[in-house]
């Protein structure tokens, strides 16, 4: 089985960078990129790296999650649903290449969104589901 790292790693070579160069472009240390591109399947980057990494070496990040759904649902992070994983595949196989963009423009517009506003909103771990609003 290759990791998402493994992947990763594999991609930024066949692109022709080497780590240092990729760190820096990314504004990380050189370690903290190798320790992106571990080969250990129960490491995976956030999302927000990850599409850093495909936007800067021109790859579409589907292509790097999609390759063996099965074996990427094992360590995805909790909020990337089977579904989710589906749609994707869906999207990926069945739409033309001009719809298909303007679908990945709208989400990564979402996405970069929804991270910048998850950084400036304190969300709660847990919810009391004994608290409930009066309806008095």
């Known amino acids: ?44 980057p956030t999302m927000e790296r990850l599409f850093q990494i495909c936007n800067i070496l021109d790859y579409e990040p589907w292509k790097i999650l999609i390759d063996d759904p099965g074996l990427v649902k094992g360590f995805m992070p909790d909020w990337i649903t089977q579904r989710d994983l589906d749609m994707l595949y869906i999207i990926n196989t069945q739409l033309d290449t001009e719809t298909r ?9 979402q996405l970069e969104y929804l991270i910048k506003l998850k950084k400036t909103i304190a969300v709660p771990s847990t919810v009391n589901e004994d608290s409930t609003p009066s309806g008095d």
């Open 1 to 44: 089985m290759i990791s998402i790292g493994e992947r990763l790693k594999r991609l930024r070579a066949s692109k022709g960078w080497n780590q240092k160069d990729l760190a820096a472009a990314m504004g990380i240390t050189q370690s903290a990129l190798s320790s992106i591109e571990s080969p250990d399947p129960k490491q995976f």
């Open 101 to 109: 963009d303007h679908f990945y423009h709208l989400q990564k517009e």
